[in-house]
């Protein structure tokens, strides 16, 4: 009989957000500890993340990579929807509510992260910007918008379309994002929302396995 294959992620050796969770890899570990399926982690330094043996994984030098046997995938949300697909528990059975979840990982991507990225870039790489001033208000009234919409839509349901799926557990990690600018707290409903998230065992369990690493304990899966 042949056993399946136990999935291998690559995360930092040395996270830049000091083990809070914000770091991409948390995605997948998350997606992970919620579909029950045991995984690997191979740490990777920021000069071996440009080196061409993990570029063959991930053209653009970065991570999260996940590898199953001849399968190697790069980009975080490309990665959680295949953990989906394959493994029972992160999307709906029905197929339009499948439709949706799936709707709703792109949209946490492709439309609510940008300006939250945007303001990162702002306050680290341009804090000593004369226009900097000026450029932040505009910035934060960027993601208000966002975040208004979602509000709207979430309203006072747990999840954004019936029982937590995929398209939940992207959202929240985005959000996460904002969680020290004092943005969610404009916003209940989202906040508890997000809360709801960090709450889940799943989470729970890969936060803290991604912390281990930035301790120096050896990371489990």
């Known amino acids: 009989m042949t056993l399946p294959l136990t999935p ?12 809070r969770g914000l770091a991409r890899d948390m995605r997948v570990r998350w997606a992970l500890e919620e579909v029950g399926q045991p995984y690997e982690v191979r740490l990777v ?28 995938l790069f980009e975080s949300g490309a990665i959680v929807f295949h953990i989906a697909e394959r493994h029972a528990g ?13 709707a709703w990982i792109f949209a946490a991507l492709n439309t609510v992260e940008p300006p939250i990225l945007d303001l990162q870039t702002t306050k680290f790489l341009e804090g000593d910007k004369t226009w900097y001033e000026q450029r932040l208000p505009i910035v934060k009234d960027r993601i208000r918008d966002r975040l208004g919409e979602l509000s709207a839509r979430l309203g006072s349901a747990d999840w954004l379309d019936g029982a937590f799926s995929a398209g939940d557990l992207m959202m929240v990690a985005v959000l996460l994002r904002l969680k020290a600018s004092g943005l969610l707290d404009e916003y209940p409903n989202i906040l508890a929302y997000v809360a709801r998230g960090e709450a ?3 989470y729970k369990r890969a936060f803290d396995a991604q912390l281990a690493v930035f301790a120096g304990k050896p990371p489990t899966g």
Do not use: C, N
Request: aromatic share 8%.
């Open 45 to 72: 330094s920021f000069w071996a993340m440009k080196e061409p043996a993990h570029r063959a994984l991930h053209p653009f030098g970065q991570i999260p990579t996940y590898e199953e046997g001849a399968l190697a």
């Open 90 to 102: 992160l999307l709906p059975d029905d197929a339009h509510a499948r439709a949706r979840a799936i």
């Open 8 to 19: 291998v992620i690559t995360a930092f050796e040395r996270s830049p957000d000091r083990g």
């Open 200 to 202: 889940r065992p799943a």
